[in-house]
């Protein structure tokens, strides 16, 4: 694994890290164990909403590939691989917002404020995320859902678990374009961050269901057009640090029970 992933652990400090040697193995990826009814239910729900939404914004798709283009050297689109439900990899797609090839001398690290590979238009396209949008593909293929955890690098998930022994519950779902996690707390840019946003993603699988998503996805929607605030998510009802258990800094993240199931 390259020095850069390794030296993630580094950044926690040690009463934030589990009981036990750092040694120890990671947990086995979750099972995606499904429920049929609500799994068919969410399926559908995706790939309805997933069609109509990529109708609506292929005119702004197209405009944003050719901003991408004229920018800077390299393609309109870029590919990664990410860890999916049940551990299972994928590659995710998204408008390309950094350098051609910057990783090829930076590595594999997390963006950070001032992240010099991010280009000027790729600067727009994560603030508004429309660099997010060619993912309703992935919806649409059945590797995403709309909602759900943030989909992580295969190079960084090792490390994560060896942090977190529960990070692979998140597994049990499918990733998501957005979710619970993503709207209420900043990007990753650090592994004590991580451990708040698994918060929120835990308890998303526990309490996931249709009307929550449609509130998420909504949500997200006033995001973009930079009309959302925390007391806004408190009000449409968007589950905040009280309701998932982050009452303090030390707090342990709540298990997820055996028989949770994905939907």
């Known amino acids: 694994m390259p020095n ?32 049929l009814p609500a799994g068919a239910l969410k399926s559908a729900l995706d790939f309805g909403l997933a069609a109509v939404l990529f109708v609506l914004a292929l005119p702004v798709m197209v405009l944003t590939g050719i901003a991408v283009k004229v920018s ?45 590979r991010i280009t000027r238009v790729g600067r727009f396209l994560r603030a508004t995320h429309l660099d997010e949008l060619p993912q309703l593909v ?8 709309l909602v759900g955890p943030r989909p992580e690098r295969p190079e960084i998930v090792p ?14 779902v499918k990733p998501g374009v957005t979710g619970l996690a993503q709207l209420r707390r900043p990007a990753d840019v650090c592994i004590p961050g991580v451990g708040k946003k698994l918060a929120y993603d835990l308890h998303y699988i526990r ?16 995001k973009m057009v930079g009309l959302v605030s925390p007391r806004i998510l408190t009000r449409c009802g968007i589950p905040g640090d009280l309701a998932v258990g982050l009452l303090d800094d030390t707090q342990e993240l709540p298990a997820l029970s055996a028989t949770a199931s994905d939907v």
């Open 4 to 35: 850069n992933v390794q030296n993630l652990v580094a950044q926690v400090p040690r009463g934030d890290r589990p009981a036990g040697p750092s040694s120890a193995p990671p947990a086995a990826p979750a099972p995606a164990v499904e429920s």
């Open 72 to 116: 800077s050297p390299g393609p309109a689109f870029y590919s990664q691989t990410r860890v999916g439900r049940g551990g299972r990899h994928f590659r995710i797609l998204k408008f390309r917002t950094m350098y051609h090839r910057c990783e090829q001398a930076s590595g594999v690290k997390w963006s950070v404020p001032g992240d010099n």
């Open 138 to 145: 992935n919806v649409l293929r059945g590797e995403m859902s």
């Open 159 to 172: 490390t994560l678990a060896d942090v977190y022994p529960n990070y692979h519950e998140r597994h049990r």
């Open 207 to 222: 309490v996931r269901g249709p009307w929550l998503d449609l509130r998420l996805i909504a949500c997200t929607g006033l």
